[in-house]
């Protein structure tokens, strides 16, 4: 995942353009996506797919043709979306359009103009105290005109209809954490999901930002109702604890099984109950869908220093931070994939469990994972009812220990699958 990142890390990406692409085909090699092409103006809800953005070049030169702030040194340097320009002006002609942070001299800043006919350059606070009075040529190689909005999609279908939703936007030009963290992870996690078994279908998408979600959910609408349990991924390879933003609806089944695989890892986590700021979460959630989508992802939204600066680069992301995050996941979507629900055949008084030769003596107080307890739980309240997670929740052992009591009982003939119960 972090050699894929590094990979992805140079190319300027944006909401639109080639940059996107040429990432998306990148993953295309690690993953059968398909890469979806909607032209600029399409109506997507309150929405307008935008004009298409292409950079090749942009610099800042002196008096003495030297390049001051150069584009191919870093893309962060220019304000997404920034309109073409090749001008001769003062400092002060030049210093509205230039963003820097006072309070980090060698980081840039990232800046978007999305929705104003503008531009302008990120810069370090260094390189903006270095420059002097004086002429300089101001150089965007940009073109702003109809295109598309590129997406990719990958449909691994299960044996039923009913789907899991993954979605990680891929935006951003070379930030790791935003953006990239969940890119990577969301293409491991299908490559891995690819090879197994599976009831439900899972729907993989790298979308840009805000205006991808919106375009995906305007072009299938009519296939959301499939979407049974969702998953945002965004800022997975920080070394803060893995994050988990609840769904709008607080208690869906991808809430409590993203809860309870956290709880079992025994590492540190964090739950957050929903709100209407974060990332793609903010449409898949919005009242008029309303979708069992929570997020993962670790350090809070926007508020670590290095957001949306040239500090969230390859080192601030750690390998082992992606690999717990895809872990975690597809443990996630195995709890989800095996959270059945049975029906104790001998209901009545405890069942004989030593003359079947399956009696297990209970252990010591508070162990999670004691068979000879766990199946106590599921003998009492496998009434058709409760499931695996539900029995796990209730019981405080893990899905694990849960899983296995139900697996042994159910070969001893004390337990059957009880018939599917229609969701709520
Ligand atoms: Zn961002």
Same mark, same amino acid.
């Given at each position: 995942m972090h050699r894929l990142m590094a990979e992805l890390y140079p190319i300027c990406r944006s909401i639109t353009g080639e940059g996107m692409r040429q990432s998306l085909r990148r993953i295309q090699q690690e993953i059968p996506l398909k890469i979806e092409e909607v032209p600029s103006g399409t109506k997507v809800f309150d929405w307008t797919v935008p004009r298409e953005w292409n950079i090749r070049d942009a610099y800042i030169k002196d008096a003495s043709g030297n390049?001051?702030?150069?584009f191919k040194a870093s893309n962060l340097h220019v304000v997404g979306y920034s309109i073409p320009i090749n001008m001769r002006m003062t400092l002060a002609e030049l210093r509205p359009h230039l963003h820097s942070l006072a309070d980090r001299p060698d980081w840039i800043p990232y800046r978007t103009?999305?929705?104003?006919?503008d531009w302008g350059f990120c810069v370090t606070q260094r390189q903006l105290e270095s420059l002097r009075d004086g002429e300089y040529q101001v150089v965007i190689d940009s073109t702003l005109e109809p295109g598309h909005l590129s997406y990719g999609e990958l449909l691994i279908p299960?044996?039923?209809?009913d789907e899991i939703l993954v979605s990680s936007h891929a935006?951003?030009?070379?930030?790791c954490n935003d953006n990239l963290s969940g890119v990577v992870v969301g293409a491991a996690v299908a490559q891995a999901i690819s090879s197994l078994p599976k009831f439900f279908s899972y729907r993989f998408l790298f979308v840009p930002g805000t205006i991808g979600a919106i375009t995906w959910l305007a072009r299938n609408e009519s296939k959301t109702?499939?979407?049974?349990h969702g998953l945002v991924l965004s800022g997975?390879?920080?070394?803060?604890p893995l994050t988990y933003k609840k769904s709008r609806?607080?208690?869906?089944e991808i809430d409590r099984a993203v809860a309870c695989v956290l709880r079992d890892s025994g590492n540190d986590f964090r739950i957050k109950e929903f709100s209407?700021?974060?990332?793609d979460e903010r449409q898949y959630c919005s009242p008029g869908f309303n979708l069992p989508v929570g997020t993962l992802s670790r350090a809070p939204y926007g508020q670590?220093?290095?957001?949306?600066?040239?500090? =969230?680069?390859l080192d601030f992301v750690s390998a082992n931070s992606l690999a717990e995050a895809a872990e975690t996941i597809l443990a996630a979507f195995d709890l989800l994939e095996n959270n059945r629900r049975y029906l104790n055949?001998?209901?009545?008084?405890?069942?004989?469990?030593g003359k079947r030769g399956i009696y297990k003596p209970i252990g010591h107080?508070?162990?999670?994972?004691d068979l000879g307890m766990a199946m106590l739980w599921v003998l009492n309240l496998s =009434?058709?009812?409760?499931s695996v997670l539900d029995i796990a929740e209730r019981s405080g052992m893990t899905f694990a220990a849960i899983q296995g009591a139900a697996e042994l009982l159910l070969t001893s003939g004390l337990l059957q699958e009880a018939p599917a119960v229609l969701e709520k």
């Amino acid at each position: 995942m972090h050699r894929l990142m590094a990979e992805l890390y140079p190319i300027c990406r944006s909401i639109t353009g080639e940059g996107m692409r040429q990432s998306l085909r990148r993953i295309q090699q690690e993953i059968p996506l398909k890469i979806e092409e909607v032209p600029s103006g399409t109506k997507v809800f309150d929405w307008t797919v935008p004009r298409e953005w292409n950079i090749r070049d942009a610099y800042i030169k002196d008096a003495s043709g030297n390049r001051v702030v150069d584009f191919k040194a870093s893309n962060l340097h220019v304000v997404g979306y920034s309109i073409p320009i090749n001008m001769r002006m003062t400092l002060a002609e030049l210093r509205p359009h230039l963003h820097s942070l006072a309070d980090r001299p060698d980081w840039i800043p990232y800046r978007t103009s999305y929705n104003l006919e503008d531009w302008g350059f990120c810069v370090t606070q260094r390189q903006l105290e270095s420059l002097r009075d004086g002429e300089y040529q101001v150089v965007i190689d940009s073109t702003l005109e109809p295109g598309h909005l590129s997406y990719g999609e990958l449909l691994i279908p299960g044996s039923s209809s009913d789907e899991i939703l993954v979605s990680s936007h891929a935006c951003h030009p070379s930030l790791c954490n935003d953006n990239l963290s969940g890119v990577v992870v969301g293409a491991a996690v299908a490559q891995a999901i690819s090879s197994l078994p599976k009831f439900f279908s899972y729907r993989f998408l790298f979308v840009p930002g805000t205006i991808g979600a919106i375009t995906w959910l305007a072009r299938n609408e009519s296939k959301t109702g499939r979407i049974k349990h969702g998953l945002v991924l965004s800022g997975l390879g920080d070394r803060s604890p893995l994050t988990y933003k609840k769904s709008r609806r607080g208690n869906a089944e991808i809430d409590r099984a993203v809860a309870c695989v956290l709880r079992d890892s025994g590492n540190d986590f964090r739950i957050k109950e929903f709100s209407p700021h974060g990332s793609d979460e903010r449409q898949y959630c919005s009242p008029g869908f309303n979708l069992p989508v929570g997020t993962l992802s670790r350090a809070p939204y926007g508020q670590f220093p290095e957001y949306h600066t040239s500090a =969230d680069d390859l080192d601030f992301v750690s390998a082992n931070s992606l690999a717990e995050a895809a872990e975690t996941i597809l443990a996630a979507f195995d709890l989800l994939e095996n959270n059945r629900r049975y029906l104790n055949e001998l209901p009545k008084c405890e069942p004989h469990l030593g003359k079947r030769g399956i009696y297990k003596p209970i252990g010591h107080a508070g162990d999670k994972d004691d068979l000879g307890m766990a199946m106590l739980w599921v003998l009492n309240l496998s =009434d058709g009812e409760h499931s695996v997670l539900d029995i796990a929740e209730r019981s405080g052992m893990t899905f694990a220990a849960i899983q296995g009591a139900a697996e042994l009982l159910l070969t001893s003939g004390l337990l059957q699958e009880a018939p599917a119960v229609l969701e709520k």
